[in-house]
């Protein structure tokens, strides 16, 4: 079943010790579609501008992921630069470019309205409130949103957490939006205003998935080389949705499978520049990371 993502597409340039990628395809619906494609077919919209070369992406669509969302605009595609330090788990901003996505107010194809699982990636939490307009009753909404916005926009932020299924939020951005220290009682606060599962980052120490009244923790993949963390969070978000699309069940079992999934596909984006290795990734080096995340957690 088909997978809907709204979020941005950008050219970012990252410079770390092992480097440097100028003009490399990211941005949020990139990157989910990118790790969902291995799951399930994928619709995305997004905006470009007129410098954008679609050539880049050509993988994507071998992958049955619609690109016909994506609106050209005149004028250049946003742009990101950030820089890591030796720490590769902390970065800097080297410049911002919104460009044409400055201006973006995704409208929904008709094709795409109908779309039954819907990632709501970050973006303005007043245009996620709009693209939830535009959808017709869908089975699943995942929302992704970050510190900026729940620091200049939390009202509305609250309102579309309480219209949305599953929040996937990183630790820093779970205590910000409640006030509380504590990711577990934090994660209640949260679970109160509506959804029905909360998924909590922690980066290098894995994922939290957070129901009423149920608990799942999984570490993330123990890795030797990290050579561009950019995107693993939509990554893991595209590996989560992607799979709970594909079985079209969310019993626990299927819910934590899709958290050990978003896990291991964001493990292989972190070791390598953009999408370069999710590019040459096969179904069978997903399953076998996924067999090893299996042994690792095993206590017998």
Known sequence: MSVLVVGSVALDTIENQFGKADDSPGGSA????????????????????????????????????????IYIEEGKTFRWGGKYHLDINKRDTTFTDLNVFQNFKPTIPKAYQNSKYVFLANIDPE??????????????VVLDTMNFWISSKKAIVEEVIKRS??????????????????????GKEILSLG?????????????????????????AFPLELVKDPTGAGDSFAGGFVGY?????????????KAVVYGSVIASFNVEDFSFNKLILLTENDI??????????????
């Open 195 to 219: 959804p029905k599962y909360l998924i909590i980052k922690k980066g290098e120490h894995g994922a939290v998935l957070l129901g009423e009244n149920s608990f799942f923790t999984t570490p």
């Open 127 to 140: 245009l996620q409130l709009k693209v939830l307009d535009q959808i017709n009753d869908p089975n699943l």
């Open 244 to 256: 709970l699309a594909r079985e079209k069940n969310m019993d626990k079992t299927t819910l934590r």
């Open 287 to 300: 399953q076998k990371r996924f067999e090893k995340m299996r042994e690792i957690t095993q206590i017998e």
């Open 165 to 186: 299924d599953i929040i996937i939020l990183n630790d820093e951005e779970t205590r910000e939006f409640t006030g509380n220290p504590n990711l577990l009682s934090a």
């Open 30 to 69: 990139l990157y989910f579609s990118s790790a969902a494609s291995f799951f399930s077919p994928v619709n995305v919209v997004g905006v470009v501008g007129t410098d954008f070369d679609f050539k880049i992406i050509n993988f994507l669509k071998n992958r049955d992921v619609d690109l016909n969302g």
